[in-house]
């Protein structure tokens, strides 16, 4: 009897600038909490970062910073294969032969696409392209989960596309993964405004929490965070009621606590003690991952040590797989 094939996880993420409680309660903490029972890959997706214009020494330095804070934020590299995307050459090649088989069409319909080229002068194609080296990252692995943020998920379905359509032109070939979303931090909104995803690019003074943000800061960003004049407290799909239920999202994450204990815990209660609550969950929650950061990035030999351990992991399954997909296209491989 054949032991069946532990299932496959794979996620990225950009070292576009300093890690947000969004991207931690959306991705990181899911990351971190199925350690272990799966075959875990977490990618630093550095030629994704540079869709958009990066200064090369701020990238070199974000790329040492995010390797340091998924560690200290619980991924461990003897569970996880954790590494930089330019460090296995596989992803750009699969990127380029999955570039010939998709409709261009495909990519233009992409929301964060369509959203992240409003804001550039000059719209650089690598943007354009970015869900197809996802789509490589994801499916040179044979994921089974990419869990996520609400945001990325169209993304994951151009990936089931993509691969789906390769299965059918060349033969069973890619494993069609799928989203992982949580209910709770699927999606982190602006603290400054509810109607508006909490993103690393926005350096509005109030917008977001960074990871690495001191207690001061975060007192002073969630003492502004934008509410309603509801003044009753539970968690909602109103929209009105948007930046109520973004706190107590928050809070549910970093506590732990369930949504009943949550609501009763408020029950009478003011938006002052819901910030004040927030708050001191917020900065407990993030003390020791900002204390282990420090720590860590003192030492960025032991940093590249493990990122370069991680990289001859991932390349293992890369390689070979590139491989398998250049021949089913017809190529001549290398002997
Ligand atoms: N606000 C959010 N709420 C929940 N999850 C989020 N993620 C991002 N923002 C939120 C999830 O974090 C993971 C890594 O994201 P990324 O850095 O690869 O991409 P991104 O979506 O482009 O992140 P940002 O912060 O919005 O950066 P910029 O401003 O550079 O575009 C993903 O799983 C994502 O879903």
């Given amino acids: ?3 069946p094939r532990r299932a496959r996880v794979f996620s990225g993420i950009q070292p576009s600038g300093m890690l947000h409680i969004g991207n931690y309660l959306g991705a990181i903490q899911q990351w971190v909490a199925g350690q272990g029972e799966k075959t875990n890959f977490i990618c630093i997706v550095d030629l994704h970062a540079i869709t958009v214009p990066q200064e090369p020494a701020a990238l070199r330095r974000q790329i040492r910073e995010l390797a340091a804070l998924l560690i200290a934020a619980g991924i461990d590299p003897q569970q996880t294969t954790l590494f930089v995307q330019s460090h296995v050459r596989a992803h750009a090649e699969g990127c380029w032969l999955l570039n010939c088989v998709t409709p261009l069409g495909w990519l233009e319909r992409m929301t964060q696409y369509k959203m992240k080229a409003q804001k550039q002068e000059s719209i650089l194609t690598g943007l ?4 197809i080296l996802q789509a490589a990252d994801i499916l040179l692995y044979d994921t089974d989960e990419v869990p996520v943020g609400e945001d990325q998920k169209q993304h994951v379905e151009l990936t089931r596309d993509i691969a789906q359509r390769f299965n059918g032109l060349y033969g069973e070939t890619f494993v069609v993964p799928k989203p992982v979303i949580r209910e709770s931090g699927a999606r982190v909104m602006a603290l400054n405004d509810p109607t508006a995803k909490m993103s690393k690019s926005d350096f509005t003074r109030g917008h977001a929490i960074r990871v690495n943000d001191s207690p ?8 502004r965070a ?41 029950a009478g209660k003011g938006y002052g003690a819901l910030k004040a609550d927030v708050t001191e969950a917020v900065i407990e929650g993030l003390r020791p991952i900002r204390e282990r950061f420090e720590r860590l990035i003192a030492d960025p030999a032991e940093i590249d040590r493990i990122l370069s351990i991680g990289a001859s992991q991932a390349r293992a399954v890369a390689d070979p797989k590139v491989r398998v997909v250049m021949d089913r296209m017809g190529f001549v491989l290398p002997a």
């Fill in 1 to 3: 009897m054949t032991t």
């Fill in 128 to 131: 354009l392209d970015y869900p």
């Fill in 216 to 223: 001061d800061e975060i007192r002073w960003v969630i003492k």
């Fill in 226 to 266: 934008v509410t309603d004049a509801l003044a009753s407290i539970g968690f909602s799909n109103d929209p009105a009621r948007a930046g109520v239920n973004n706190l107590l999202q928050i809070y549910e994450l970093f506590t732990g606590q369930s949504r009943e204990s949550i609501e009763s815990h408020f």
